[in-house]
């Protein structure tokens, strides 16, 4: 079976799974979290970031189809985050030309309410996902496509969406901002590219409930906390081959000051493969590919989900001709004190592993 026929099995995966959680939420809520499908149309075009792929200023045009869930405040996190959307969506895109193709992808997304009116709402949206179909660079078939190695890519999308009121059943929406393909390094090329785009669709809801009203009380008594991120992640340097390989351990000292955040410092130390690769020069081996850094964190806690950002600056052997380096990822609590996480960590927004692990916390009450 191939990647492409794979989408909608993830597809119908994804909704499944919301609708399992929904399932359970909905046993004891004392109404059902009501769902609505949106559609809408994407235009934009591909904005190179590098020179060396400054060729591919090509349209992007495409359609969504999604499936969500819009919170009413059962749950203390949907107050807290003013009560946002979630759920899952399929989208189709072209960039018109055989260079890039005509990529397919499946992903999560999140609405966070930033303004609410009776008859308006303003949202900040987040897409992650999977995609597949972009022509990968072959030095003979597609030499023009220098952005990405592999047809299989991270999707990634921040908008801006205003969406105002059709009445009780539907909304129309406008969206800006701007969607990322990226195969973080395991394939190469791996500069990714990068589209700001315009959407505009409709939002239809087949069953509204009214918005409950707030019980949850912002008041929250702040904590220390210290968290250890153990890590592993592989990554393309120069070509499809040799892979390089990350081990990392990385504490982090954390203050939660609210239900929704906490912001901390660390320390990383990791093994890291890539020294060697980028100063080829250099015939490092062993405690030689150690690198040292320290690095400010800040997370947002959902629930059981959490997104972090951190930026670091690199204290010995850099494994990059940047001095500093950025983090992105998500994590999920399968204990109360223990998360599995995926994270992108990048030099200059351009991607240097993709890490997965566990990490551990301990609370200082």
């Known amino acids: 079976m191939s990647l492409l026929r794979l989408l909608p099995a993830l597809f119908l995966l994804l909704i499944v799974t919301c609708s399992q959680l929904q399932a359970q939420v909905n046993t004891n809520a004392r109404a059902a979290t009501p769902w609505f499908i949106s559609v809408n149309y994407r235009t934009g075009e591909n904005r190179p970031h590098r020179p060396i792929i400054k060729n591919l200023t090509y349209p992007y045009r495409g359609v969504d189809l999604k499936l969500g869930w819009q919170s009413i405040g059962k749950q203390p996190w949907q107050q807290a985050y003013r009560y946002p959307s979630y759920g899952v969506g399929l989208n189709w895109n072209t960039f018109k030309t055989e260079v890039l193709g005509e990529p397919v992808a499946a992903y999560f997304f999140t609405n966070f309410p930033q303004i609410t009116t009776p008859w308006a709402r303003l949202d900040l949206e987040v897409d992650l996902g999977l995609s597949h179909g972009i022509h990968p660079y072959d030095p003979i078939s597609n030499p023009n496509n220098f952005s990405t190695g592999s047809a299989v890519n991270a999707f990634f999308g921040l908008y801006l969406e205003q969406s105002f009121h059709l009445g009780k059943y539907a909304d129309l929406f406008i969206s800006e901002?701007?969607?990322?393909?990226?195969?973080?390094?395991?394939?190469?090329?791996?500069?990714?590219?990068?589209?700001?785009?315009?959407?505009?669709?409709?939002?239809?809801?087949?069953?509204?409930?009214?918005?409950?009203?707030?019980?949850?009380?912002?008041?929250?008594?702040?904590?220390?906390?210290?968290?250890?991120?153990?890590?592993?992640?592989?990554?393309?340097?120069?070509?499809?081959?040799?892979?390089?390989?990350?081990?990392?351990?990385?504490?982090?000292?954390?203050?939660?000051?609210?239900?929704?955040?906490?912001?901390?410092?660390?320390?990383?130390?990791?093994?890291?493969?890539?020294?060697?690769?980028?100063?080829?020069?250099?015939?490092?081996?062993?405690?030689?590919?150690?690198?040292?850094?320290?690095?400010?964190?800040?997370?947002?806690?959902?629930?059981?989900?959490?997104?972090?950002?951190?930026?670091?600056?690199?204290?010995?052997?850099?494994?990059?001709?940047?001095?500093?380096?950025?983090?992105?990822?998500?994590?999920?609590?399968?204990t109360d004190h223990t998360r599995l996480v995926l994270n992108l960590k990048a030099h200059y927004f351009k991607a240097e592993y993709v890490e997965t692990g566990l990490v551990f916390d301990i609370n200082f009450k």
């Open 177 to 334: 901002g701007f969607t990322h393909y990226s195969n973080g390094a395991l394939g190469w090329p791996n500069l990714g590219l990068n589209i700001p785009s315009l959407k505009a669709g409709l939002r239809f809801h087949p069953r509204p409930e009214p918005i409950m009203e707030k019980t949850f009380s912002p008041e929250f008594k702040g904590y220390w906390q210290l968290t250890t991120n153990l890590s592993t992640g592989i990554k393309t340097l120069w070509a499809p081959q040799p892979l390089y390989h990350e081990y990392l351990i990385a504490p982090t000292l954390y203050y939660r000051p609210s239900y929704k955040r906490r912001v901390g410092l660390g320390f990383e130390l990791a093994y890291n493969e890539a020294v060697h690769g980028v100063w080829d020069k250099r015939n490092y081996t062993g405690t030689q590919l150690l690198t040292y850094a320290v690095y400010a964190a800040h997370e947002f806690v959902i629930e059981r989900f959490t997104v972090v950002a951190q930026f670091g600056i690199y204290l010995h052997n850099m494994p990059s001709d940047k001095f500093y380096f950025e983090r992105i990822g998500m994590g999920y609590y399968l």
